[in-house]
């Protein structure tokens, strides 16, 4: 199982990224994929998530009417579109796979990682 983030860059605030998180391998495990992000000196913080059986959506609510996590199932990938970036919003973005039919926002629910892709939000 391999999970593949990309998209972060350097954006000033008020711009906008997508990211992308490809996944192979056993994807029909993975009923809930999140995205979550770790600023320097900070814990690994919940970002979004969505569920496959309904396309159901969770937010932190830091970005909620800014942020928005979609998937292609043809294509096992999962987005997050981010608008209106603050320099809040600057971590390391990484993307992450549950095999339970519950979306959680704790990390130690998720059971495979990507790599992270770097945001970084200029003022």
């Known amino acids: 199982v391999q999970l593949q983030a990309s998209g972060g860059g350097l954006v000033q605030a008020g711009g906008s990224l997508r990211l992308s998180c490809a996944a192979s391998?056993?994807?029909?495990?993975?009923?809930?994929m999140g995205w979550f992000r770790q600023a320097p000196g900070r814990e690994r913080e919940f970002v979004a998530a969505i569920r496959r059986s309904d396309d159901n959506t969770y937010y932190t609510d830091s970005v909620k009417g800014r942020f928005t996590i979609s998937r292609d199932t043809a294509k096992n990938t999962v987005y997050l579109q981010m608008n209106s970036l603050k320099p809040e919003d600057t971590a390391v973005y990484y993307c992450?796979?549950?095999?339970?039919?519950?979306?959680?926002?704790?990390?130690?629910?998720?059971?495979?990682w990507g790599q992270g892709t770097q945001v970084t939000v200029s003022s």
């Open positions: 391998g056993r994807t029909f495990s993975f009923y809930v």
């Open positions: 992450a796979a549950d095999q339970s039919v519950f979306i959680s926002t704790r990390a130690s629910a998720y059971d495979y």
